[in-house]
């Protein structure tokens, strides 16, 4: 197996968070962020106190953190690992920016995952803006970013960044979304994906979330992660989530994701590591602040 194939076994994403959860893109993205950096004064210079917040004013910053176990770890379609993963998550949101810090534990050995060691850490960097109070689609939500995907403990994968951008309209039914990532280092390829998704509320604190999506590689992105020098359809994914509002800022879900490589020529590339359809059983606990 070539080194971009290796690499593509190893490679994952987390794309900033979609509104998917079902599918569990962001993500990832989701896919779905970098620390940013913050100038503080000296200990000889002189700054102004900072003000202090009125009682019932809010924290501007708003803080959430996840723990995820998965069965295996797929990305994109394309298998990470087919052993059980932790991957924990934690972003800071203000204004609409958001910094999100996303790893992947890995608990075995397997391609380029060593055994207990983070296989992946990635850093994704978001602004947000929504449009309200349109006529018939309500609002419109526009996000872009920037990842920076890092693989520590990996002797094969090579760190690359991705710009991304995503256009989602939240207040309708099944909330269609549509993102468009560019990766800028290694693949220097297009990766497109729409989806559809939606929240059923079952009875008080337990919702279900279903959602599907289709993606699809340009030719780069292809050539770099299957080998396959042409542009198609990657993966399929369906997903079903159920959420359970433990406290208002304590939530515990149980998923279930499938995907399957659409494309002929893609599948058969893989199937030198993987089958073309993946399943994934995940369980996650998310506390916000």
Not at 170 to 185: F, G, K, M, N
């Amino acid at each position: 197996m070539n080194r971009k194939l290796q690499r593509s076994i190893a490679r994952a994403a987390l794309a900033p968070a979609l509104f998917l959860g079902a599918l569990g893109l962001a993500a990832h993205a989701e896919e779905a962020a970098a620390p940013g950096l913050t100038l503080a004064p000296t200990a000889t210079s002189e700054a102004p106190a900072a003000p202090a917040l009125a009682k019932d004013e809010p924290f501007p910053v708003a803080f959430n953190t996840t723990a995820d176990v998965v069965s295996r770890y797929v990305w994109r379609g394309i298998l990470q690992n087919p052993d059980a993963a932790v991957q924990p998550s934690a972003t800071a949101s203000w204004k609409g920016l958001s910094l999100n810090v996303w790893g992947n534990y890995a608990t075995s050995d397997w391609g380029a995952n060593r055994e207990n060691n983070f296989s992946e850490v990635d850093y994704t960097g978001s602004y947000n803006y929504v449009f309200a109070d349109l006529p018939v689609v309500k609002s419109l939500s526009l996000t872009g970013g920037f990842i920076w995907y890092a693989f520590p403990n990996n002797p094969v994968c090579n760190n690359t960044k991705e710009f991304f951008a995503t256009v989602a309209l939240p207040d309708l039914w099944l909330t269609p979304a549509v993102s468009a990532y560019y990766d800028v280092d290694e693949a220097d390829g297009w990766y497109l994906n729409a989806g559809v998704g939606h929240t059923f509320q079952l009875i008080d604190k337990v919702s279900l979330n279903l959602g599907a999506s289709v993606g699809w590689n340009d030719g780069n992105e292809s050539q770099f992660y299957y080998g396959v020098d042409q542009s198609g359809f990657a993966d399929l994914g369906l997903g079903a989530t159920v959420n359970y509002n433990i406290t208002d800022t304590l939530v515990a879900s149980v998923y279930y994701k499938y995907s399957y490589i659409l494309d002929n020529d893609l599948r058969e590339a893989a199937n030198s590591w993987q089958s073309g359809d993946q399943s994934v059983f995940g369980a996650r606990l998310s506390y916000s602040f």
